[in-house]
């Protein structure tokens, strides 16, 4: 019994020296359960306070949100009644509508041709035309050659008819460019008058083409400077009235292109001894080199207008005669031969189409 208890005694005393010194065992830890295993561990008497809904990670862990941060994130509910997706929908239909708003001020503000608020586009072309005709101008008055005025007082005289048979022979191609010089204020009443017309700045055009059966193209840039589409409407009345039943003709254009260019293939056919003369007018004679002048400015104007007229009518199928009119004067009366008439267009068109324009 002694021994026994000596024993115990002796092993106690031997644990206790030598706990000091031994390394401590690695017991087993119990990890600590994460958020989701909480959330599971939950009681049933809380996921029915939460209506039976899956709760969702994100929601039940809060986010920090430090000041740096946007004000609003789209992962926090918004408030109660309020649906993001028709919120962002509402947003965007007020964008679009002010932007709407914002265009049809700026297309009003750029449309006011006779108020003098065209866009920048618009008043650069103006001003770039006034600036090529003040040119013109002043190279006509100031610089151009004019070392025969006498001569050139009996040239007009003689293209006039005014003088008769002195046996004095005018030049082969100085004689079909003064008539060819007539016919163009025809080929612009026909290209301008009605789609030419201006509706904004309420300037007529039938005095600029008055002013061109002797100015030429000098006449017509002013109109060109001042003119602002679209052109005004039209009706069946104004187009059996004069000028534009005249206009509208095919007779009068077919004989426009029949006259144009008999003159064009009378001159091609003149000798050379005829085109060195003419070159030698045009170095010394002021009427001649302005009248070759306005020829050129004429056939650099046209193709435009060509253009114009062609998209008023809505010819689609006549595109193929824009690179023609580049041709001087044959193009534009060939143009004008073939296009379609204005009758004809309105017939096409029912009553809505004529309310909606």
């Known amino acids: 019994m002694l021994s026994s208890s000596s024993s115990a005694a002796a092993a106690a005393v031997v644990l206790t020296t030598t706990s000091g010194r031994a390394p401590l065992l690695h017991l087993p830890r119990t990890p600590r359960p994460t958020t989701a295993a909480r959330i599971a561990a939950a009681p049933d008497s809380s996921r029915a306070r939460a209506g039976g809904a899956p709760l969702l990670l994100r929601s039940a862990v809060p986010r920090r949100r430090g000041w740096a941060l946007v004000c609003r994130d789209s992962s926090l509910p918004g408030p109660p009644g309020v649906d993001p997706v028709a919120e962002e929908e509402e947003n965007r239909k007020k964008t679009e509508a002010v932007a709407a708003a914002a265009a049809a001020r700026i297309a009003s503000s750029g449309g006011g041709g006779g108020g003098g608020g065209g866009s920048l586009s618009d008043w650069t072309t103006s001003v770039l035309i006034f600036g090529i005709w003040a040119g013109l101008m002043y190279y006509i008055f100031q610089l151009a050659p ?45 290209l301008l008058l009605p789609t030419g017309r201006s509706s904004k700045s309420k300037i007529p055009v039938w005095p600029f083409l008055i002013l061109s059966c002797i100015g030429g193209a000098y006449a017509l840039i002013p109109y060109f400077v001042l003119w602002k589409p679209p052109p005004p409407p039209i009706d069946e009345e104004e187009i059996g009235q004069w000028p534009l039943k005249f206009l509208e003709s095919k007779l009068t254009a077919g004989v426009t292109f029949a006259v144009g260019l008999g003159l064009i293939v009378y001159a091609a056919k003149a000798g050379g001894e005829d085109w060195q003369e003419f070159i030698r ?13 306005d020829f050129c400015l004429l056939s650099a104007f046209s193709p435009f207008w060509v253009y114009n007229d062609l998209t008023a009518r ?17 193009g534009p009366s060939l143009y004008l031969l073939l296009r379609p008439s204005l009758s004809s267009l309105l017939a096409a068109t029912g009553p809505s189409d004529d309310k909606t324009q």
């Open 146 to 190: 004019n070392q025969t005025p006498y001569r050139d007082t009996y040239f007009l005289q003689k293209l006039c008819n005014l003088k008769g048979d002195d046996g004095f022979r005018m030049n082969d191609v100085l004689v079909p460019l003064w008539y060819i010089m007539g016919l163009w204020p025809l080929v612009y009443s026909m």
């Open 314 to 330: 809505r010819w689609k199928n006549g595109s193929w005669l824009l690179p023609l009119a580049l041709i001087p004067f044959v």
């Open 281 to 293: 007018y045009f170095r010394e004679s002021k009427l001649i080199h302005i009248t070759c002048l």
